[in-house]
């Protein structure tokens, strides 16, 4: 019930209560609490904008664009990750209750890797034509002198 003793009672007075941690009042008789009931919990994609009291319940805030909160207990929403590593690519966008998801682009790493393998054999090809021709058109001037 969420109820606890804050006065116990005398010949004098009465016994007073008040709520438990984490309750708020909700049927009061001068300044004893007769009811209880736990304080609201925010959902996924909100935050905790004020933590509750006994006189008043919590409050939530949706969060904003491009952060989270997936269980609606933060008191801050988190930032969704960024993808921006290399070879990195976003595999599942964020939403205000879930964070965005990055995985390996291997895709992409392996064109990378094959065209850099091209372009050296490419490179590697000229040369060795360059090479070889320089030899021919030397060694046929040789021969005519």
């Given at each position: 019930m969420?109820?606890e ?6 010949s004098?007075n ?5 709520c ?6 909700v ?8 009811k209880?009931?736990?304080h609201r919990?925010c959902?996924?994609?909100?935050r ?8 008043r ?8 664009p ?13 930032p969704?990750t960024?993808?921006?590593g290399?070879?990195?690519m ?6 205000q ?14 064109l ?9 054999v490419v490179?590697?090809v ?6 070889v021709?320089s030899?021919?058109?030397c060694?046929g001037?040789?021969?005519g002198?």
């Amino acid at each position: 019930m969420g109820l606890e003793t804050r006065r116990k009672c005398f010949s004098t007075n009465n016994t007073v209560c008040g709520c438990d941690q984490g309750h708020i009042c909700v049927t009061e008789e001068g300044d004893n609490c007769a009811k209880c009931r736990p304080h609201r919990v925010c959902g996924p994609g909100q935050r905790v904008q004020e933590r509750g009291t006994e006189r008043r319940d919590t409050e939530c805030a949706d969060c904003p664009p491009g952060t989270f909160s997936p269980g609606g207990t933060l008191a801050q929403c988190q930032p969704w990750t960024q993808c921006s590593g290399w070879f990195q690519m976003e595999t599942e966008p964020g939403t205000q209750s879930t964070d965005a998801t990055c995985s390996s682009s291997w895709g992409f790493y392996l064109l990378c890797v094959f065209s850099v393998f091209s372009v050296i054999v490419v490179a590697l090809v000229l040369v060795l034509w360059i090479t070889v021709k320089s030899r021919r058109s030397c060694g046929g001037r040789g021969h005519g002198h």
